[in-house]
């Protein structure tokens, strides 16, 4: 399945409207240019051809996900329900787990600013039964004629089109009046879909990811790579130049055509013998000393876009004092944290707030992300032992996060054996036969 449909274009105008169920808000001014927005599909060519762009993606999906996760019930009744469903999804698709339906959230997220998870319905439509991520590159708002977003009567997205393609049997829902739907696409109600957004802005029906910032610069970069790369290959052997004739003696065509044809041989012949006077000089070639700055300069905008230091978006060493590294480490962790706490937050609302509604489970749930931090595990370990041997903090403020931490399942019948066991005070000390030896020697002289 392909993705044929021009996404430019088809962003929601918010342009006032006076029609019931249109997206309300103040009109910008109309001297101001149409901003284009990038394409979904030249955003993930971006991510399969630039370097620094796949491993910003991927790095900041790996720091999130090896913080772990937890899906945790308000009452431990309702808890056993949530683990058997997450325990049974991936039924549908790919079979993706919910590890794999996260680490791919997070990467629709940053590369598109918006994913898209299926809540997969029974037959009768009375249950959740399942998750499916969707590509993103498919999605659209429903829309009329007009390409405006139409709304319900509480100014939600009535639904969603999703790209099938020509030959596909795929069926959706019944279209409601009003909307367009192309022949190539579907309805989906927005019951079905869990829409995801990164960084959302004017009525919050469109968002942004870290790409689409830093595209013309990741273009211009590109083309000054290319440009560079070209000329280094060009003029890596330095180009030969012959001088023919003297200054008593002027050379003719045919001799110059020799030496030319002589010097394009030289990579195959190491030896050349001339008839004629020549001098054989090589050309230096230098190359532009602002190719480096520039393309620093468009690395580091795109580094800024992604929240994330050029030295941790390249992976690369930067000459930076570690102070200066210490708080880049800590505006990473900033950053790292509020895009975690983005997602809980969506997923709370979108899918698990959606289960207990529909599948009728007795209280909520929510996803709660571990330590998510740049920072190393054993660094955090330490400071959290040192305020517990300091008094600031209790040991079992801090056992659920270290077992968290570590992977390790809690085993309260031991723990609470542990409590209960008596703590020495003085710890003996080692015997030291050698001053017992002279303690003895003195003794005997006493006597004598």
Do not use: W
């Amino acid at each position: 399945m392909g993705f044929m449909s021009n996404f430019t274009g088809r962003y929601a105008n918010f342009e006032k409207k006076s029609e019931q169920g249109m997206p309300m808000s103040a009109p910008t001014s109309s001297d101001l240019p149409e901003i284009k927005r990038v394409t979904r599909d030249n955003l993930e060519n971006t991510y399969l051809t630039d370097s620094q762009t796949f491993n910003t993606i991927n790095k900041i999906k790996q720091l999130i996900m090896q913080a772990g996760f937890l899906i945790k019930s308000d009452k431990k009744q309702t808890q056993s329900k949530y683990d058997e469903f997450f325990d049974g999804i991936g039924t549908i698709g790919l079979k993706m787990d919910v590890n794999q339906i996260l680490d791919s959230l997070i990467h629709d997220l940053c590369l598109y600013g918006a994913s898209y998870v299926e809540r997969i319905y029974n037959q009768a439509g009375s249950r959740i039964v399942d998750l499916k991520m969707i590509d993103p590159k498919l999605m659209n708002y429903a829309k009329d004629a007009e390409n405006q977003i139409i709304t319900d009567s509480e100014q939600n997205p009535i639904g969603y089109t999703m790209f099938v393609g020509y030959s596909s049997n795929a069926v959706g829902d019944t279209i409601p009046e009003g909307v367009n739907v192309e022949t190539d696409e579907i309805f989906l109600l927005t019951k079905r879909i869990a829409h995801f957004k990164l960084f959302s802005f004017g009525n919050r029906f469109e968002s942004i990811g870290i790409v689409e910032p830093a595209y013309l610069d990741i273009q211009r970069k590109h083309k000054i790579e290319t440009a560079a790369a070209n000329s280094i290959h060009n003029t890596a052997a330095y180009p030969l130049i012959g001088y023919v004739g003297s200054d008593t003696k002027h050379a003719n065509k045919k001799q110059m055509d020799s030496t030319l044809n002589a010097l394009q041989n030289l990579q195959h012949s190491r030896y050349m013998v001339f008839e004629h006077p020549t001098n054989i000089q090589a050309l230096e070639v230098k190359h532009s000393d602002q190719i480096d700055q520039v393309l620093r300069y468009l690395r580091t905008n795109q580094s800024a876009a992604s929240g994330m230091a050029l030295g941790f978006s390249v992976g690369t060493g930067e000459a930076v004092n570690r102070s200066t590294l210490s708080t880049q480490q800590t505006m990473l962790d900033l950053s790292l944290e509020s895009m975690a706490s983005t997602i809980s937050s969506q997923f709370n609302r979108l899918v698990l707030d959606s289960l207990k509604e529909v599948n009728g489970y007795d209280s909520n749930a929510k996803l709660v992300f571990g330590n998510v931090a740049a920072e190393e595990k054993n660094e955090k370990t330490k400071r959290l032992l040192d305020s517990i041997s300091q008094g600031v903090l209790a040991p079992e403020e801090v056992r659920e996060y270290v077992l968290f931490a570590e992977g390790i399942e809690a085993n309260d019948s031991a723990y609470k054996k542990l409590l209960d066991t008596p703590k020495t005070d003085k710890i003996p000390k080692e015997e030291q036969p050698l001053q017992e030896v002279e303690e003895t020697k003195d003794d005997e002289d006493q006597t004598k």
